[in-house]
């Protein structure tokens, strides 16, 4: 089953938070393993104030000497596993980003992040070289504005998807996402009277999983290549 890994060397980028949105979103038809492997433990803050869904396993790594264990078991009881990873070149990010079939590398519309985007997939690069392996990456654009983006940000996003693979889909910086941090839950908990834009943020939240389905069926050709290859 597919392991997912949110991967960025810059704190802030909306790694954490886009991992809920995909975990959360997943888990309404999927079951899904999400582990928390960054000290900060922000997942396991969310996780512990809201209900989650039946669908949805959510624990905190033991460190980078488990992490293969942790993710195996993922991978043998669940559809999915996603894992969300310390902002740091790690042995631990090493090893999980080693393991994962998809890599995704959230980034704003700022030049920090889209530096910092670069840097995490160096040391994708070189893990991948390491493993002898193709490593699937896609860039997500996080945190970006839902109206019209400036000159500037448009050259900068321009960029990024030229040189690197992304997602069509971007989670707009909303409420609604912001508010699952201090609620917990998920979107499909949240009472639209007391939080705004809670359905365009379900919807935006539901577009990027589609969009995740299919990049899943280019994961699986990728797949298919290197096993021919090794045969």
Avoid at 6 to 21: L, P, R, Y
Avoid at 66 to 80: F, Q, S, V
Wanted: aromatic share 6%; charged share 25%.
């Amino acid at each position: 089953m597919p392991v997912i890994t949110f991967a960025s060397s810059k704190g802030g980028a909306g790694k954490t938070t886009s991992a809920i949105i995909l975990a959360t979103t997943l888990a309404q038809t999927q079951r899904v393993c999400l582990i928390d492997a960054d000290p900060a433990q922000r997942l396991m803050s969310w996780a512990n104030k809201g209900q989650l869904p039946d669908n949805l396993k959510v624990f905190s790594s033991e460190g980078e000497r488990h992490i293969h264990d942790e993710i195996d078991r993922g991978k043998a009881e669940y559809a999915y596993t996603i894992v969300d990873l310390e902002g740091a070149a790690t042995r631990l990010n090493a090893f999980a980003m080693g393991e994962s079939d998809l890599v995704i590398i959230p980034m704003s519309d700022e030049q920090p992040d889209a530096e910092g985007a670069i840097e995490t997939l160096s040391q994708l690069l070189l893990e991948a070289k390491a493993m002898r392996r193709e490593i699937p990456v896609r860039i997500l654009f996080a945190r970006t504005q839902a109206a019209v983006k400036s000159r500037l940000e448009r050259s900068l996003n321009d960029q990024v998807r030229q040189k690197i693979g992304s997602f069509t889909t971007e989670l707009h910086r909303r409420t609604a996402y912001s508010s699952l941090h201090s609620i917990g839950g998920t979107l499909y908990d949240m009472e639209q009277s007391e939080v705004t834009g809670v359905a365009k943020a379900i919807l935006n939240a539901e577009l990027f999983v589609e969009e995740l389905h299919r990049a899943m069926e280019w994961i699986q050709e990728i797949t298919k290549r290197e096993t021919n290859n090794v045969a």
